[in-house]
């Protein structure tokens, strides 16, 4: 899911450090770890005995899923 800004000319110096600046945020551990715990469904939650609360906690606590 890029977030890029695709509405300035590409060739813009602008535009073109704050779409790296983007992927590098996007590209981060935590950006990661996001995104792993959203692939999670509800079902697996319920299954595991904890809430999505609870594991975002926990994972962005520990720095693990």
Do not use: C, F, W, Y
């Not at 779409?19 to 079902?43: C, H, P, W, Y």
Request: charged fraction near 20%.
């Amino acid at each position: 899911m890029a977030h890029t800004l695709d509405h300035i000319p590409s060739t813009t110096l602008l535009s073109r450090i704050l779409n790296a600046i983007v992927r590098m945020g996007e590209n981060s551990s935590r950006a990661q770890t996001v995104k792993k715990l959203n692939a999670i469904s509800d079902e697996q939650l319920l299954s595991m005995g904890i809430t999505r609360a609870q594991l975002v906690q926990r994972a962005l606590s520990s720095g693990e899923l």
